[in-house]
């Protein structure tokens, strides 16, 4: 995008005020994990204090940042999202949390893809995703067969969210375009969040 897609608007607000509008009522703390803490600085919630953190172990991607927030969260599960997901249903939120009881993580899987950006860890995560840095690994999905790890399959999610559209993330113009169009078409809730 040449921009960062966090600060991209879309209906009067940035796509991650929108994320942070729509987590704030499910969770007790927000951590937004970034290396430039002053392009967030202004982020506010209305009802719980939002934490601001760098990555502990940089370059290495978004395992990095999985880590950073995890080990900086004060409870013990830790849901976790893009910063460019502007369609984040909070009732999906609750089911993916609640699927995560009873184990290290919940993570949904689309086809033969998991959806390691809009799960659910626990601070038992932490060790397997170490091991995985130190072997010089970047990917998330690299510490699953480390941990106890719950699929999600597509069709328990598509209960909640028919379109699977709280994993549409923007990637690209055309992806910003989709989400305009998407946000003239859909239910209430789809285009300002709760």
């Given amino acids: 995008m040449g921009v960062n897609k966090a600060l991209l608007v879309l209906d009067g607000a940035t796509i991650i ?9 499910i969770l007790s703390e927000i951590i937004v994990v970034t290396n430039d803490l002053e392009s967030f600085a202004h982020l506010k919630s209305g009802n719980i204090p939002i934490k601001m953190v760098k990555d502990i172990h ?8 999985l880590h950073s927030g995890i ?6 599960l830790v849901f976790v999202c893009a910063c460019d ?6 009732k999906l939120v609750k089911f993916i949390i609640d699927a995560a009881k009873g184990c290290d993580a919940a993570v949904p899987v ?26 010089g690994e970047k990917q998330i999905k690299s510490f699953f067969g480390d941990v106890r790890l719950r699929e999600i399959a597509e069709a328990d999610l598509r209960k909640i969210d028919r379109d ?11 992806d910003l375009s989709a989400a305009r169009r998407i946000l003239a078409e859909r239910a209430p809730w789809e285009k300002t969040p709760p």
């Fill in 17 to 25: 005020e929108r994320v942070i509008k729509t987590i704030e009522q």
């Fill in 58 to 65: 940089t370059g290495v991607g978004a395992l990095g940042g």
């Fill in 71 to 76: 080990h900086h969260a004060a409870e013990d």
């Fill in 85 to 90: 997901m502007p369609f984040i249903n909070p």
């Fill in 110 to 135: 689309i086809g033969n893809n998991y959806e390691p950006l809009m799960a659910a860890y626990s601070k038992g995560c932490i060790e397997g995703i170490e091991k995985q840095i130190g072997l």
């Fill in 164 to 174: 699977l559209l709280s994993l549409f993330n923007i990637n690209n113009p055309e």
